[in-house]
């Protein structure tokens, strides 16, 4: 490439094809690392970009996009190791990519942690950095031209999609924002409810935390009166007695247990959820942890509720529409731009769900300070469904 760069930004596709066996030099190294499966990293400032799968028999014939925006002294590094130990690696500067060579394809030797390279251990690799002013997607969008969509993308742009961006569970009726361009602001757990009362085909839920006694509409100046007070457990029953497809993934805490009604650590309501809606049509299942020698309260986070509803470009079709980031639906999370503390413990809106696991013998009858969620959470319609 012709010129100097300043800026490593583009794309980077890195083939890792294979590699040759390999004998330690050491049996303190790496005992039987000739035997064990070996993986390949790619890494820029030491931090990891992609991983291949890891094989025995060194082939792996992996490809990645590496969507890239470092400066030009940037170190790419490609390690080869075992679960035990780093069996080799390469380093390259982005100044070589951006000033000599945009492509790199060869059989390269692999250097060891002394620094020394190992002529036993060789790495088949291809490097190709591809500047976003030569992408034709990249140029569009730096050229705030039309935008069809990023290449090698996991999932293709959708067109008519909008994003709604919500502040706490609920706002009161006299709370005005500044800077809200138009209207109040939307409530974010009538919102919920709509959407679930509303949906035809799918409810799909995930969650680190599920209370199915919970009550998302609470406030008496709702515009949905028929929904205050129903629980949210018997509302996702009802909408799967409807036929709608009611799927609900939770985190499976190890410390509940139901033999000793044990109600968990973190008091997230997952034995009593799964014990809810058993032998019932929404299919409710607990996630467990990963990998066995993750911490016992190792859990996953995601706070998801997707669910189909009527298109806005046309009624007589169906989109999909997702709430994501934010609240969980359990104890502790419903509140408003008011932030309170104490005074809302003992009315209607909070009585039934303190929540508070940080205050050691901290309860609503001794007056303890209350947990409340307050949290940005988008809901995104997403793709348009062909549904007639």
């Known amino acids: 490439m012709e010129g100097n760069h300043n800026f490593l930004h583009g794309t980077l596709e890195a083939t890792i094809f294979h590699a040759t066996p390999y004998t330690p030099p050491s049996p303190f190294n790496c005992i039987f690392a000739s035997g064990k499966a070996a993986h390949v990293t790619i890494e820029i400032d030491d931090k990891k970009e992609a991983q291949t799968s890891n094989e025995r028999d060194r082939v792996w014939n992996e490809t990645f996009q590496i969507l890239c925006a470092h400066p030009s002294d940037s170190m790419i590094t490609i390690v080869m190791k075992t679960s035990c130990c780093i069996l080799g690696k390469i380093s390259i500067q982005a100044n070589q990519i951006l000033n000599e060579a945009s492509l790199i394809n060869g059989f390269f030797p692999l250097f060891m942690e002394n620094g020394r390279s190992n002529p036993e251990l060789k790495l088949r690799f291809m490097l190709w950095f591809k500047p976003a002013a030569f992408e034709p997607s990249w140029r569009k969008i730096l050229s705030n031209g039309d935008f069809q969509g990023m290449r090698s993308a996991s999932f293709p742009q959708r067109s008519n999609c909008h994003v709604t961006l919500y502040q706490d569970a609920h706002h009161l009726s006299t709370f005005q924002p500044p800077f809200l361009p138009r209207g109040a602001p939307r409530r974010l757990w009538e919102d919920v409810y709509k959407a679930i009362e509303g949906a035809k085909y799918l409810i799909y839920i995930a969650g680190w935390s599920f209370n199915p006694k919970l009550v998302l509409v609470r406030d008496s100046g709702t515009d949905i009166p028929h ?7 018997e509302l996702l029953k009802q909408k799967a007695e409807e036929g709608v497809a009611v799927r609900i993934m939770l985190w499976d805490d190890e410390t509940s247990l139901p033999l000793i009604k044990n109600v968990g650590l973190m008091r997230t309501h997952d034995e009593d959820a799964l014990a809810f809606f058993t032998h019932t049509k929404v299919v409710c299942k607990l996630s467990r942890r990963l990998h066995p020698k993750a911490p016992p309260l190792f859990s996953h ?7 189909d509803t009527k298109s806005h470009v046309n009624p007589t079709k ?38 508070q696991t940080s205050i050691a013998g901290a309860s609503l009858h001794r007056g303890g300070q209350g947990n409340h969620g307050t949290m940005l959470m988008p809901a995104l319609p997403a793709m348009l469904l062909g549904i007639y």
């Open 318 to 355: 169906r989109e999909i529409m997702s709430f994501v980031g934010g609240l969980d639906l359990c104890d502790g999370r419903y509140d408003t731009e008011k932030h309170s503390i104490f005074h809302t413990l003992n009315t209607e809106s909070h009585c039934h769900d303190f929540y």
């Open 227 to 233: 929904a205050k007070g129903v629980r949210l457990g």
């Open 301 to 307: 986070h995601q706070k998801t509720i997707t669910v």
